[in-house]
């Protein structure tokens, strides 16, 4: 074994192992503090990049479920009112088919027109609220319900409009027609029968594109789950695996620091041979 003052190869060793040591220490302590194993590209360049595609992907999905909800509102809405317009036809109904009885006297007649024009009122009350966030689905207008249902916006569900208001079509009596006689009355039967069977049709409609609303907002639910847990499998921490790493390092560290202590002082040997 040659002895110089000039090289010392073993504390050069030693403090070579205690960086590497402390190198792995930081990166434990890395990994422990973001719950990462990989935090960017450096890391792991390949994984990194397909874990930030589907973190786009599941900003994506966050997007969609948003507009989903909005939908489902907004659909929500009119369905509750055309429900409450085909119940004040039913009621309407009974106030006609009582009006139409030609043995009924004028003052019953009179309280059934007023409670049947009540009634005829209450559907453009009902309409004119129906709506969510500006869309109204069953006004005069022409709003229907469109939502995106997926992460890059290329796909997307819909729900038509539907004219529940009075005169509009489906509702076949105007704001105007009444019962006031008995002709009148029997002639608003048939439009109210019409009326009933158009404005369970719109329900039946509505009701399907709420139920297929309700089944995406689930599946764009579970996507984002999915999605979440695949990220997390491609870079989260094992937390314990991590801990265990830490603690072994900190006595490797330990170790490599007593280990270039000794072999600095390994030079001092030379000195012996000087001695007499």
Request: glycine share 6%; no cysteine; net charge neutral.
């Amino acid at each position: 074994m040659a002895f110089s003052v000039n090289t010392n190869s073993s504390a050069l060793s030693a403090l070579r192992n205690l960086n590497m040591t402390t190198t792995s220490l930081e990166k434990t302590q890395t990994h422990i503090n973001t719950g990462l194993q990989i935090s960017s590209a450096k890391d792991n360049a390949a994984i990194y990049s397909i874990a930030q595609k589907l973190r786009a992907d599941l900003r994506g999905y966050n997007a969609v479920k948003q507009s989903l909800d909005r939908a489902v509102s907004t659909t929500d809405i009119a369905l509750a009112a055309a429900g409450s317009i085909s119940d004040l036809l039913i009621d309407m109904k009974e106030k006609a088919v009582a009006s139409a009885d030609k043995g009924q006297d004028s003052r019953s007649r009179a309280a059934l027109t007023e409670d049947f024009n009540k009634l005829r009122d209450q559907i453009a009350t009902i309409i004119s609220n129906a709506s969510f966030n500006g869309t109204n689905l069953i006004n005069n207008g022409t709003d229907a319900v469109m939502a995106i249902t997926n992460p890059d916006a290329t796909q997307t569900v819909s729900i038509s409009h539907q004219n529940l208001t009075l005169g509009g079509g489906n509702i076949m009596l105007s704001a105007s027609q009444t019962i006031d006689t008995a002709s009148k009355a029997a002639a608003m039967v048939t439009a109210l029968s019409s009326s009933l069977d158009n404005v369970n049709s719109v329900l039946t409609s509505l009701g399907a594109g709420a139920r297929a609303l309700d089944l995406q907002r689930t599946f764009a639910d579970t996507l984002a789950d999915t999605l979440e847990t695949g990220i997390g499998n491609l870079v989260d921490a094992d937390m314990a695996k991590e801990s265990a790493k830490l603690q072994a390092l900190q006595v490797k560290q330990q170790l490599g620091v007593q280990a270039l202590s000794i072999a600095n002082k390994a030079p001092q040997a030379v000195l012996n041979l000087f001695q007499g």
